[in-house]
Every structure is written in C-alpha cells, then in structure tokens.
C-alpha cells in the first residue's frame, strides 16, 4: 500500500516559544522552513493545522509553564483535529519518552533536527515520530529561509551549544558541544540582512567569546571586525558573553569596531568566590571585578548587564550578601536574577538543595529591591540628556507613544510627531523609572 502525504500548501501553522533569544531565532527558522514549503504562518492557535511548541529546560519552573501549556493544547486537540509537534531543549531531553507520556504529541525533535520537519509533516504522522540526534556540526538553515519577527533588528545564530558544564546548568545537555557556523556563512547572512535594510543585529550563541571558524580558526574578534565592515548594519550586539573567555583583545575590538554597541551582559551568577568555585565558573570575585575595571576604564560609557542565581546549594548568608556587595560595588545597568533550581544530569543534582524555598524567595527579592534601587539612580542621572534610540515599535501599554532601545539596551518610550519606527531617534530624556527612559523625540 502506499504511504498516504500530506501537501504543506495552505496548511495553517502556529508557533509557540518558551525561553532565551536563541529559542525566538530557532523559531523564526522554523516558521521559515514551514513557510517555503507552502505553509501559512498563523497568529492564532486554534485556527491552526500544525502547532509547533519550541520548549525551554533551563529551569524548572519552564517546564512547568510548557507542561500547564501542552494540557490546554490536549483539550483544544480534542475539538480539532490538528499535528502537535514539541522541539527545543525539553524535546532533546526526554525525546520518545515524551510521545509515550503524551499521547496527543505526534512528534519530537532536539535542536538539531529542524531539517527533518517538512518532511515528518508531510509524511502525514501515521506513526509518531522522534529524533534527538546530535550533530558534531552546526546545521546551517539558509538564511533566505529564516522568517524573521522584525524587520528593523535581527538574530544571527553564530555558534551553538556549551563545553563549560556549569554545575547548575541543563544546557551543555540540551544543546551539546559548542558549534560554530562557518564565518563565511555568518557574514554573508548579515550582508542579506543589510540590504533588506535591517539597522541592529544580535550575534547569539551560548558562549559567543569561544567562538572559532571551523574553516580558518578564526576567533570572535576577527568576526566582530568584519561584521563591522558591513555597510548599513549600524548597531551589533552579542549575546552571551562568558567571563572566563571575554579577553581585552575582545573589549578593545569593542571599542575599536564603531558598530558595536558599548553594552556587554556579562553573567557574574554570584558575587561569592566560593560560591563560584562550585558552580564550576571557571572564575574568582576578583577576576570578574578586574574585567569590569578594564572594560570601563576602555569604554566608561559601557552599559553592563549580568545574570544572578540566589539559593545555591550550601550559599551561606554571607556567602549570598557578597552578590548584593558585587551589585552594589559594579552597578549593572539591568540584572535577570533566579532562584536555583536543580536540573536533572548537571553536577549540582547530587548536591542537597538545602537552601529553603522561603530563604530562596527572601534572597532574590533583596537582590531585586536592591537593584531596583540602582537602576534608578542610574536612570535617574540619564533625565536631561539626548541619546540615539532604535525605534522598534509603539509602546505595548500606551499606543501613542513609541518604544525603542538605547545602545545601551535600555527601553526608552517617547514622544513622536512623526511616525519613526524603524528609524534611529535623538530623544531628549524626561523622565523615568526603574526598568525604562521616557522622554521626546528632538526633531519634531
Ligand atoms: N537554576 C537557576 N537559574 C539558572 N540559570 C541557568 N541554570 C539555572 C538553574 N539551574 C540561569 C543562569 C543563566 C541564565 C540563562 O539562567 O543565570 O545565566
Ligand atoms: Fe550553561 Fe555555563 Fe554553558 Fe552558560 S556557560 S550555557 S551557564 S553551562
């Protein structure tokens, strides 16, 4: 008998991310495959033919939420006849064990097996399907392919996957060894995006200072300088930078390189040289804080931005007020800060996770509330001033006003006669709070 095929042409689909930056570009290219096959991107889920879940692992607490997110898709399937398929980070995880658990599932692919999608769609899922395999190469997508969500700001993956096995940390697990794209397809990507007209790019990758052109060896600066080069592109950005590999070469190409924005997320996780030591950071308190004097003592406008767990196995109280002493002594311009959470397969697993789910909750709202209090100041002493933004759109809360970033990544709402999304805006800043800039636009 022959195998009965589905033809992707006008089959609607929908795509839902859970987690980093580098889920929202593997979503984008996702959609870009499904699309030039003929199928037609849908905001909507219940309208949808082929719902797509991109999935999350870093911590529990993600998890859950794609858990609580998959029992609503359960009971819309009941109504609807639809393909559901999970990828991503939990995907690679649990792979077969997955479609065993839930039923309503009809396929599961890890990170590296997005090119296999079109084809399990149009094999019509009469058998459920899963792949996990690894890839020892990064798997390019052609760019053309990629559907992306702005046309103003763009992803570019540059490199993939962990060797650094921080103890706390799923990812070395969910996406493998460090990857990297050949530089050769990453500058040509960068160029196509260029003459679309796109103004801001965002280098992704889990450790991007490690990065290395399989062809030739060379090494992140090297990149930044010829992503430099591209005409049109006016602001690039990287994400996320590790410590222990962000050398003074990398921080004088900053600085050298006039595209690439004086902003650097730096992520410290802990201000205690102990703490560190165990989480496997490679790095002491007094390492990180030499990198900082260097690189503001090079850039003094630098906008600096970290990471922070609180709770981890065995932090002391005195071992947690050195991450409040390390907050307060470097100011970030914006911290993301998490309670621990034990994953499976990391080293910190075998540890007891003894600090207390209340003690957990009081540490990271001090660390909030102290930060909050920083970021205020630090805002506070921007009113008055006049800075470029990035106009990315119209303010979600009120639709007259338009919402951008400064280079130093930093949200700022305006006032706007004209209509300059899209565009790059001198904007006199009036006001503020904690988390954004407001203020007006100078030429009216
Ligand atoms: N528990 C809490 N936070 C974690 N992160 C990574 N793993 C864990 C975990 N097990 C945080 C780190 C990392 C960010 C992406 O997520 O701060 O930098
Ligand atoms: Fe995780 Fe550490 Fe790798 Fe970052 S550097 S992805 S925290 S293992």
Same mark, same amino acid.
């Given at each position: ?12 689909? $929908? ?35 082929? &719902? ?60 590296? *097996? ?42 570019? @993956? &540059? ?30 990507? &960068?160029?196509?995006?260029? *003459? ?10 889990? *450790? ?7 062809? @030739? ?10 992503? *430099? ?51 496997? !950071? ?40 050195? @991450? ?14 998490? !309670? $621990? ?41 921007? &009113? ?17 006003? $338009?919402?951008? !970033? ?39």
């Amino acid at each position: 008998m022959e195998k009965s095929t589905r033809n992707l042409k006008n089959l609607k689909f $929908y795509v839902h991310t859970f987690g980093c930056q580098m889920n929202e570009n593997d979503s984008e290219r996702i959609a870009g495959i499904l699309s030039t096959a003929g199928g037609k991107i849908s905001s909507s889920p219940e309208e949808s033919d082929i &719902i797509i879940v991109n999935t999350c692992a870093v911590r529990k607490k993600s998890e859950e939420k794609l858990y609580s997110y998959l029992g609503r898709l359960a009971s819309s399937k009941k109504k609807k006849k639809r393909t559901i398929g999970v990828v991503g980070c939990v995907a690679q995880l649990y792979g077969p064990e997955l479609l065993e658990k839930k039923s309503f599932i009809d396929f599961v692919l890890g990170p590296d *097996n997005y090119n296999l999608i079109t084809e399990i769609i149009q094999s019509n899922h009469e058998e459920k399907f899963a792949s996990t395999s690894w890839s020892r190469e990064y798997k390019e997508i052609p760019h053309e392919k990629i559907f992306r969500e702005s046309n103003i700001s763009a992803y570019v @993956t &540059i490199m993939e996957g962990c060797n650094n096995f921080c103890s706390y940390c799923i990812v070395p697990f969910t996406r493998g060894r460090e990857k990297c794209r050949p530089l050769q397809k990453i500058t040509q990507e &960068i160029q196509n995006l260029a *003459n679309k007209g796109y103004k801001e790019i965002q280098l992704l990758g889990q *450790n991007v200072n490690s990065y290395k052109d399989p062809e @030739t060896e060379k090494d992140f600066s090297v990149l930044l300088k010829e992503a *430099n080069r591209i005409i049109a592109i006016e602001w690039i950005r990287f994400i996320t930078s590790h410590p222990k590999n962000f050398t003074k070469n990398i921080a004088e190409t900053m600085k050298g390189s006039e595209k690439v924005c004086h902003q650097l997320h730096l992520p410290v996780q802990s201000g205690s040289s102990s703490v560190l030591k165990r989480m496997n !950071r490679g790095y002491t308190r007094e390492e990180y804080l030499e990198k900082i004097t260097f690189l503001r003592d090079l850039m003094p406008d630098i906008s600096l931005s970290t990471d922070i767990i609180v709770g981890f196995p065995g932090e002391t109280e005195k071992e947690f007020k050195e @991450t409040l002493s390390i907050l307060e002594e470097v100011r970030f311009n914006n911290i993301f800060s998490f !309670r $621990y959470s034990p994953r499976p397969f990391t080293g910190a697993y075998k540890e007891k996770d003894n600090v207390s789910f209340e003690e957990k909750k009081r540490r990271l709202i001090e660390v909030q509330n102290l930060q909050k209090k920083i970021q205020l100041e630090l805002n506070e002493s921007t &009113i008055g001033k006049v800075m470029k933004v990035l106009c990315t759109g119209k303010s979600k809360k009120a639709p007259r006003i $338009y919402s951008g !970033r400064n280079e130093g990544y930093q949200v700022v709402n305006f006032k706007s006669k004209n209509d300059v999304i899209g565009c790059f805006v001198d904007v006199h800043i009036t006001s503020c709070g904690p988390y954004s800039l407001h203020g007006e636009a100078t030429k009216q």
